[in-house]
Structures are given as C-alpha cells and as structure tokens.
C-alpha cells in the first residue's frame, strides 16, 4: 500500500513521539516559536542510518542554531537506546513512530527481508522541514537507505528560506 504525497504549504497535523530514556514526548507539526526539520531513519538495523546520524551528530549544533531537530524511527525505546548508548548521539531520539503516522508523512513503508533485520514494518527515510506554524515547507523522502539528504546543502538551503521567506515549491 503506497502512501501518498505529502501536502507541502500544509500543516502536518500535530503528530507525538516518545524520547528514548525520558517520560517526555515530542510534538512536531503543532504551532511552534521556531522552524524544525524531522528526520526519519529506518532503525537500529541500518549502518547506513548510523552513518548519516552520526554527521548529523557532528553538525548539529548548526542545526539547532537555525531550528529544532527530531530523529524517529519505528524502533522499540531499547533499539532507540541502545543506538544512542553505542553512538553517543547528542540529540533527542525518538521511537515509536506508527505506521499510520509514517503513511501521514507519505514516508515508503518496509516489510523486514528477516528476523534478522529487524521484526515489523519501518518507515525508510525521510525529512521534512516544517514553517513555525507546522506547515511543510520542503520535503525529501526515498525508498531506501543510500539516497540521504547532503546535510550541509540541506541546512544551507533551509537558512536561505527562512531568511528569504521563500514560498512552498513543488505545489503546481
């Protein structure tokens, strides 16, 4: 079952995550003082999302100079856990995430190939940067694990539209 397109220029529709090792939740696509992007991984059982979640890591305080950041994947809070204990992530990891709310943000959906992999579906990855009034502004998802968003290229073109204004493209 394919999801469909996201609606850029529109509000995600507030959506909830659990952060690993803590009772607090995050809330993305609700109203906000800030912009944010959320980025979605695949889960423990990638090396490719450890990698690109380790040069997140190694620019994040860029990021979160210009906007909130939130990582999530549909993994369990011990996967979640254990990715941050062995990577030693500094930012918030988020777990949980539903396969309804993976559909919601047209995210391509998985069957494990094996138990060995990993147990139940799992969003592959995607990220989405969100205005301040938790509408989308820019989206980029694949089907799997090698195409990443470059992150330096990301950030730049994101600060380019927040000071810019840019309006929402891709809605003709």
């Known amino acids: 079952m394919m999801s469909s397109k996201p609606n850029v220029g529109q509000p995600v529709g507030p ?15 609700a109203p906000s003082d800030k912009w944010s992007m959320l980025f979605v991984y695949r889960g423990r059982h990638c090396p490719r999302c450890k990698r690109f979640l380790n040069k997140l890591n190694a620019v994040l305080a ?14 369990t809070e011990e996967k979640a856990l254990a990715d941050k204990a062995e990577f030693g992530w500094d930012f918030d990891l988020c777990y949980g995430m539903t396969e309804a709310q993976m559909r919601a943000l047209g995210l391509y959906v998985s069957d494990p190939l094996s138990e060995a992999e ?3 579906r799992f969003a ?5 940067g969100m205005r301040p009034d938790g ?3 820019l989206v980029d998802i694949s089907n799997g694990p ?3 968003p470059d992150l330096e290229e990301l950030l730049d073109g994101m600060i380019f539209n927040i000071k810019n204004d840019r309006p929402v493209r891709g809605t003709a």
């Open 135 to 137: 509408s989308l502004m």
């Open 146 to 148: 090698a195409a990443r």
């Open 62 to 75: 860029d990021w979160t100079a210009v906007m909130g950041v939130t990582v999530v994947s549909a993994d």
């Open 124 to 128: 592959e990855p995607g990220a989405f």
């Open 118 to 120: 990993t147990t139940t």
């Open 15 to 29: 959506m909830q995550f659990h952060i690993a090792g803590s009772q607090d939740l995050r809330t993305i696509g």
